[in-house]
């Protein structure tokens, strides 16, 4: 079992930035790969960063790129999602997620440990 705990939302203005942050606890095995995701009012769960633990490779949806940053504390068991230059449009509630199965890192139904979630919210 994996516990996964997010923080470090709320509400700024456009242009600002928010750093997530996401604490696991539990079988480390199960947790080869994490992620980010996002759910919005009335759309489906996205991807927008993930990391692959063992090799640390990187995966960032393309909403996400230049202004999203992945990273992972082993040490601290938490990786952190630092996002800069928000935008109204990245308002959305976001999920931390972790799988030990391979395949699309941002492919949120792969993941079988999902956290509480945590609200971001971007005034214009």
């Known amino acids: 079992q994996v516990q996964l705990v997010e923080s470090g939302g709320g509400s700024v203005q456009a242009g600002g930035s928010l750093r997530l942050s996401c604490t696991a606890s539990?079988?480390?095995?199960?947790?080869?790969?994490m992620a980010w995701f996002r759910q919005a009012p009335g759309k489906e769960r996205e991807g927008v960063a993930g990391i692959v633990s063992g090799v640390g490779a990187k995966v960032y949806a393309d909403s996400a790129k230049a202004r999203f940053a992945i990273s992972q504390d082993n040490a601290k068991n938490t990786v952190y999602l630092q996002m800069n230059s928000l935008k109204p449009e990245d308002t959305a509630m976001y999920y931390c997620?972790?799988?030990?199965?391979?395949?699309?890192?941002?492919?949120?139904?792969?993941?079988?440990?999902w956290g509480q979630g945590t609200q971001v919210t971007i005034s214009s």
């Open positions: 997620a972790a799988k030990s199965s391979p395949g699309n890192v941002l492919e949120p139904r792969s993941y079988n440990y």
């Open positions: 539990g079988d480390t095995a199960a947790r080869t790969s």
